[in-house]
T-cell receptor, first 112, second 112 residues
Framework: GDSVTQMEGPVTLSEEAFLTINCTYT??????LFWYVQYPGEGLQLLLKATKADDKGSNKGFEATYRKETTSFHLEKGSVQVSDSAVYFC???????????FGGGTRLMVKP | GAVVSQHPSWVICKSGTSVKIECRSL??????MFWYRQFPKQSLMLMATSNEGSKATYEQGVEKDKFLINHASLTLSTLTVTSAHPEDSSFYIC????????FGPGTRLTVL
C-alpha cells in the first residue's frame, strides 16, 4: 500500500537558518503530495501541495518539488523564523480519491 | 477558502459518560468527512470515513459501537465517544472533503 516516510525530529535550528525536512513516498500511479503544518494545540493547515511530477508547491517561504524519479517531496525554507516552530506532516493522496496517507510528522523548533 | 469547524474545542468528562463532537464545513458541502485521532507527539490515525446519508467505514481496530459517527447532512458530521474511559483521552481531528481534505482545529478530550 501507499506509505510516506519523513525524517524524524525534532529538528532544532537557529533563526534564519536553512531548513530541509526530507519526505519520500511509495505509491502506485501518480499521487498528489502535500505538506501540512500543525501548530501547538491546533489542527492541520495545508502548507503547500503539488499534483504532478516536477511541480513546485510554495507558500510562506516554504517550497517543495515533486520528484518522481526519487519519489521525494522535500520541504525547504531559506530562512526560518521562531514562528515556524511546529510539526510538519508530509502526505499523499492517490490519483483518484481524497484519502490521505500521512508521514509520522517532524517537529521543528526554531530558537531565537 | 474552505473552513471546517469543530465543537467543542476541548472537553473534560467523567469516566462512563458519553461525549459528542461536532464537525461542520462552514462554506462548502462535503460529501465525505474523516475522523482522526492523534496521540501526543504522534501522527494522525484515521478512525473512520463518513459519507453523507450512509454508514461510516471504520478502520481496522476502531470499535464502531464505541465511536459512533453520524453524517446527517453535507455540512455536519458528529463523533460520539460512548462510555468514555481515560484511555480515550486524545486529540480528535475531523476533516471535510471535496476534492481534497480540509481539517478542523481539533477537539481535545480528557476523560477523568
Amino acid at each position: 500500500g501507499d506509505s510516506v516516510t519523513q525524517m524524524e525530529g525534532p529538528v532544532t535550528l537557529s533563526e534564519e537558518a536553512f531548513l530541509t525536512i526530507n519526505c519520500t513516498y511509495t505509491a502506485t500511479g501518480y499521487p498528489s503530495l502535500f505538506w501540512y503544518v500543525q501548530y501547538p494545540g491546533e489542527g492541520l493547515q495545508l502548507l503547500l501541495k503539488a499534483t504532478k511530477a516536477d511541480d513546485k508547491g510554495s507558500n510562506k517561504g516554504f517550497e517543495a518539488t515533486y520528484r518522481k524519479e526519487t519519489t521525494s517531496f522535500h520541504l525547504e525554507k531559506g530562512s526560518v523564523q521562531v514562528s515556524d516552530s511546529a510539526v510538519y506532516f508530509c502526505a499523499l493522496s492517490p490519483n483518484a480519491g481524497n484519502m490521505l496517507t500521512f508521514g509520522g510528522g517532524t517537529r521543528l523548533m526554531v530558537k531565537p | 477558502g474552505a473552513v471546517v469547524s469543530q465543537h467543542p474545542s476541548w472537553v473534560i468528562c467523567k469516566s462512563g459518560t458519553s461525549v459528542k463532537i461536532e464537525c461542520r464545513s462552514l462554506d462548502f458541502q462535503a460529501t465525505t468527512m474523516f475522523w482522526y485521532r492523534q496521540f501526543p507527539k504522534q501522527s494522525l490515525m484515521l478512525m473512520a470515513t463518513s459519507n453523507e446519508g450512509s454508514k461510516a467505514t471504520y478502520e481496522q481496530g476502531v470499535e464502531k459501537d464505541k465511536f459512533l459517527i453520524n453524517h446527517a447532512s453535507l455540512t455536519l458530521s458528529t463523533l460520539t465517544v460512548t462510555s468514555a474511559h481515560p484511555e480515550d483521552s486524545s486529540f480528535y481531528i475531523c476533516s471535510a472533503a471535496q476534492d481534497e481534505q480540509f481539517f478542523g482545529p481539533g477537539t481535545r478530550l480528557t476523560v477523568l
